[in-house]
């Protein structure tokens, strides 16, 4: 089993800024990406940004410029550091990991229970 655990979340004035943490434990023998999503009331869960194991990152482009995501590898630990947060981006933020586990012989995506971020006007 793979579990996720957000923390960072909170209420925040516009232009302020929030740093979002995750920590993946459990049986895990491998992960390779590792991303953020976010759902506002009333919609659709959506994606923020995303950081695979070689390097690479993407964002959506609503937060391009503003959202920065990191990992530590050796801590199994995804960031999301947000900066001149705006009121619409107001959501429960999601981390997901792909992991493969001693069970498992392809990578399968995870959640986590996701953690409030309420932004100010």
């Known amino acids: 089993q793979v579990q996720l655990v957000e923390s960072g979340g909170g209420l925040v004035q516009a232009g302020g800024s929030l740093r979002l943490s995750c920590i993946a434990s459990?049986?895990?023998?491998?992960?390779?990406?590792m991303g953020w999503y976010r759902q506002a009331p009333g919609k659709q869960r959506e994606y923020v940004a995303q950081?695979?194991?070689?390097?690479?990152?993407n964002y959506a482009v609503s937060v391009k410029g503003r959202f920065t995501i990191s990992r530590d590898n050796a801590k199994r630990t995804v960031y999301l550091q947000m900066n001149s947060l705006k009121p619409e981006d107001t959501a429960v933020y999601y981390c997901?990991?792909?992991?493969?586990?001693?069970?498992?012989?392809?990578?399968?995506?995870?959640w986590g229970q996701g953690t409030q971020v309420t932004v100010s006007s």
């Open positions: 459990g049986s895990i023998g491998a992960i390779n990406a």
């Open positions: 997901n990991v792909d992991a493969l586990t001693p069970t498992t012989t392809s990578y399968r995506t995870y």
């Open positions: 950081s695979w194991r070689g390097g690479s990152t």
